[in-house]
């Protein structure tokens, strides 16, 4: 089967949840966990959990345990906690839960953060994407640029065909 056809079969609205790592923003400064829920929103996806947690193993780990008990989430979409700093623990806490990495996701999102956005410096993003319990999982950084990049270029024309592949 083509891709082609993979995509005609794939569902056009995806129930998602948006998680956002951070130990400084609120509901109304958190623009990257707005911006996703906006595009998600605009592409005809509902955005069935929205939260905001600290940066450490146990907040993470609980919220992804959350959206993954709830039968309405099919993807979940976190932005936050990505980089190489000492307090920066979202890759390692949700990469250990997965089941199976999507690699292509954060090889991809490097090459195009790379080309089209911030040059060198896209070696030490640690985006990354993979599936638990039946939910795909696409962790992006907490920059706008780069929810804008991933979302745009990459999330929102698979999101469907991710989830159509997840329920075969």
Do not use: W
């Not at 707005?34 to 595009?39: G, S, W």
């Amino acid at each position: 089967m083509s891709v082609i056809e993979h995509k005609s079969e794939m569902p056009r609205s995806v129930n998602c949840a948006v998680i956002t790592v951070s130990d400084t923003r609120s509901v109304n400064h958190d623009k990257s966990g707005n911006l996703i829920k906006r595009l998600l929103n605009e592409g005809g996806h509902p955005v069935t959990l929205y939260k905001i947690v600290k940066d450490d193993k146990t907040s993470i780990e609980a919220v992804i345990e959350e959206a993954a008990g709830m039968e309405n989430v099919q993807v979940i979409l976190m932005t936050g906690g990505t980089g190489i700093a000492k307090r920066d623990v979202t890759i390692e806490t949700v990469s250990a839960l997965f089941e199976k990495e999507i690699v292509g996701f954060g090889e991809i999102f490097r090459m195009l953060s790379y080309t089209e956005d911030i040059g060198s410096a896209a070696i030490m993003s640690r985006a990354c994407a993979g599936t638990f319990r039946n939910k795909a999982i696409f962790v992006m950084p907490g920059s706008t640029g780069a929810v804008k990049l991933a979302m745009e270029k990459l999330i929102l024309k698979e999101i469907g065909h991710v989830v159509r592949e997840l329920n075969k």
